[in-house]
């Protein structure tokens, strides 16, 4: 059975770091997409970061480029996002997601089937 398990999250104020790993177990595919979502209260939930995990080449919303970091452990059974530089508007419930169906389109647009349950930052001025 395949799960993913965030954490990391809390409350910062803006300019302050987080950082949120998600670990995951149940499955041993080499290569598929993972990705980290975030939705805010009222707001449709979009994709921030995104990771093909073979090659480990990364994709990022661009409100966060330069601010955020997705990455993966050695293992590739935990990924992470760091989170530098941190504003009011990216307090959200954070999930990450997996996509294991050989999705070959961009990583933001798989049809990623399975989620965590979700972290929730909040940001403060």
């Known amino acids: 059975q395949v799960q993913l398990v965030e954490s990391g999250g809390g409350s910062v104020q803006a300019g302050g770091s987080l950082r949120l790993s998600c670990a995951a177990s149940g499955y041993t595919d080499s290569s598929y997409y993972m990705g980290w979502f975030r939705q805010a209260p009222g707001k449709e939930r979009e994709g921030v970061a995104c990771i093909y995990t073979g090659p480990g080449t990364t994709y990022y919303v661009d409100s966060v480029k330069g601010r955020f970091t997705i990455s993966q452990d050695n293992t590739k059974n935990t990924l992470f996002l760091q989170m530098n530089s941190l504003k009011p508007e990216d307090t959200a419930v954070y999930y990450c997601?997996?996509?294991?169906?050989?999705?070959?389109?961009?990583?933001?647009?798989?049809?990623?089937?399975?989620w965590g349950q979700g972290t929730q930052v909040t940001v403060s001025l």
């Open positions: 997601a997996a996509d294991l169906t050989y999705w070959s389109g961009s990583c933001f647009s798989a049809p990623f089937t399975h």
